[in-house]
T-cell receptor, first 114, second 110 residues
Framework: GAGVSQSPSNKVTEKGKDVELRCDPI?????LYWYRQSLGQGLEFLIY????????KSGLPSDRFSAERTGGSVSTLTIQRTQQEDSAVYLC????????????FGAGTRLSVL | QKEVEQDPGPLSVPEGAIVSLNCTYSNSAFQYFMWYRQYSRKGPELLMY????GNKEDGRFTAQVDKSSKYISLFIRDSQPSDSATYLCAMSAGDDKIIFGKGTRLHILP
């Protein structure tokens, strides 16, 4: 596709359920990033992929959060046993490997945990 | 002290005015400075990109970087209602990790 695609665009779930968020990066972009944006907050870095490996997982807030990337393309962010404080917009971005300073973002998944 | 500080606003200015948006930072290793624009319910989009100190102009937008003061600015000339958005400053030391400011909400009043 022409840009970064994220699905679903909106997700409402009940506390304690697991959710999966999907990101399709721009074709040819080997680097992929996940961020979280809460109301009134900036972008909080979660995890970064180079190809299929994640050299930097430092931003994952707890062990309930995990992410994987397959085929150097699609990535899935999984949140287990969701809590109300997980409610936020989850943004995915991609870039060329050596140009991580220029990232292209998807529209995000708006997660609401009831 | 946070790595990047940005006034969240909101900032309301009349159409046609010059807008000034600013960020300060503490990490002297930052070399790449960006401004992203984010419309409501959209992802951020790269607006301006500057390496090291100096000015960069693109149409109605000018980005300034003063590394000695650890201060960056974005100026918008002849502001339009379509410029109403949240503007996020962002910085990188070249290690593929970008640190974002919290964003300033800007409203251009017709």
């Amino acid at each position: 596709g022409a840009g970064v695609s994220q699905s679903p665009s909106n997700k409402v779930t009940e506390k304690g359920k697991d959710v999966e968020l999907r990101c399709d990066p721009i074709s040819g972009h080997t680097a992929l990033y996940w961020y979280r944006q809460s109301l009134g907050q900036g972008l909080e870095f979660l995890i970064y992929f180079q190809g299929n490996s994640a050299p930097d997982k430092s931003g994952l807030p707890s062990d309930r959060f995990s992410a994987e990337r397959t085929g150097g393309s699609v990535s899935t962010l999984t949140i287990q046993r969701t809590q109300q404080e997980d409610s936020a917009v989850y943004l995915c971005a991609s870039s060329f490997l050596d140009r991580g300073d220029i990232q292209y973002f998807g529209a995000g998944t708006r997660l609401s945990v009831l | 002290q946070k790595e990047v500080e940005q006034d969240p606003g909101p900032l309301s200015v009349p159409e046609g005015a010059i807008v000034s948006l600013n960020c300060t930072y503490s990490n002297s290793a930052f070399q790449y400075f960006m401004w992203y624009r984010q419309y409501s319910r959209k992802g951020p989009e790269l607006l301006m990109y500057t390496y090291s100190s100096g000015n960069k102009e693109d149409g109605r937008f000018t980005a300034q970087v003063d590394k000695s003061s650890k201060y960056i600015s974005l100026f918008i000339r002849d502001s339009q209602p379509s410029d109403s958005a949240t503007y996020l400053c962002a910085m990188s030391a070249g290690d593929d990790k970008i640190i974002f400011g919290k964003g300033t909400r800007l409203h251009i009043l017709p």
